[in-house]
């Protein structure tokens, strides 16, 4: 019975199949082109990345090659030049514009200015939020704002880069996290911070900074 069942069943499929012969066809054509066109899409896109990456690179390498005799009116020259360059590389997506905009963000914090520094931290962070740069992008950005004197914006920064637990100066913005706080005056979260910081990691030496703010608040009796 069971082998009958079966018998009929292909035939009615292998009926089906030759019935619609020409849509299943239709069907066949549309997914292998989807197939061949996600390849092409692929193999240009890896490309386009190698020969963003690779131009960000001969950048780099314009501006730093045997520079360590230029006078500063010539280092300002080459990152001028360098900026130019760089610059429509920021617009690109994926690691080549974050890199381009750490890049950039560099020079820019160099020239002491903070604010642009800042917009290309943030594009850097926004345009690779999964991967290393991004916690980063965030604790440099925290340290433009300081330079700004945009102390709220810095804390948030330094906490998104001090919760990222893949971020090697973790302890690092903790601390400065911790220090923005005591700096506000809100010497209660700060002393929280702080102590976070030296029960988490008590041999880190950022934890041992944190020990000694500890002492001062209590000695200044701004926390029991």
Not at 51 to 72: F, M
Not at 174 to 190: V, W
Request: a neutral charge; aromatic letters at 10%.
């Amino acid at each position: 019975m069971a082998d009958y069942e079966e018998e009929t069943a292909s035939k009615k499929l292998a009926g089906f199949i030759e019935k619609n012969k020409k849509v299943f066809i239709a069907i066949l054509i549309v997914l292998v082109c989807c197939l061949i066109g996600y390849i092409v899409f692929a193999s240009v896109a890896k490309s386009n990345k190698a020969k963003n990456l690779q131009a960000l690179d001969e950048i780099s390498y314009e501006l730093t090659s045997k520079s360590s005799d230029l006078e500063d009116a010539e280092v300002e020259t080459r990152i001028a030049t360098a900026m130019e360059k760089a610059i429509p590389l920021t617009k690109k997506g994926g690691i080549a514009g974050a890199r381009a905009n750490m890049f950039c963000a560099e020079l820019a914090f160099r020239q002491e200015k903070y604010e642009d520094s800042a917009n290309y931290w943030k594009e850097a962070a926004a345009k690779a939020k999964k991967t290393y740069i991004a916690p980063i992008a965030y604790f440099n950005l925290a340290v433009c704002y300081e330079n700004l004197g945009n102390v709220d914006s810095a804390l948030e920064n330094y906490k998104l880069a001090a919760d990222n637990k893949e971020f090697v100066m973790k302890t690092h913005a903790k601390f400065s996290y911790a220090r923005i706080l005591e700096t506000k005056g809100d010497f209660t979260a700060a002393a929280e911070a702080y102590k976070d910081l030296t029960d988490n990691f008590p041999s880190d030496s950022w934890a041992n900074l944190a020990k000694s703010r500890l002492i001062s608040l209590k000695n200044e009796g701004k926390i029991e």
